[in-house]
Nanobody, 120 residues
Framework: VQLQASGGGLVQAGDSLTLSCAASGTIFGINDMAWYRQAPGGQRELVASITSRGRADYTTSLEGRFTISRDNTKKSVFLQMTKLEPEDTAVYYC???????????????WGQGTLVTVSS
């Protein structure tokens, strides 16, 4: 199983950006999917998560600017980011709880990370 994240880049403050993450490989089912981020010198923190049925939860400070969504048919999760601020500069990682087969307990997988840099 692999998670491939994409969509990062260099933007200016106030801009918008959408990140994508697609799962591939032998997959029976995907439970929760999420986005985390790690700023330079900081710890990895949860940005948002979404259940298989589409219920989303957000880190309080980011709710309203960031929107998480998923497409179960494409095994993908997305993060729409608006009104970006220099403080949003970080490597963004996707995470998914995936069952490879019905008899194998679901395990968390991480994407490789995509860098978002917001200039002031």
């Amino acid at each position: 199983v692999q998670l491939q994240a994409s969509g990062g880049g260099l933007v200016q403050a106030g801009d918008s950006l959408t990140l994508s993450c697609a799962a591939s490989g032998t997959i029976f089912g995907i439970n929760d999917m999420a986005w985390y981020r790690q700023a330079p010198g900081g710890q990895r923190e949860l940005v948002a998560s979404i259940t298989s049925r589409g219920r989303a939860d957000y880190t309080t400070s980011l709710e309203g600017r960031f929107t998480i969504s998923r497409d179960n048919t494409k095994k993908s999760v997305f993060l729409q980011m608006t009104k970006l601020e220099p403080e949003d500069t970080a490597v963004y990682y996707c995470n998914a709880e995936i069952a490879r087969e019905y008899w194998i307990p679901a395990t968390h997988y991480w994407g490789q990370g995509t860098l978002v840099t917001v200039s002031s």
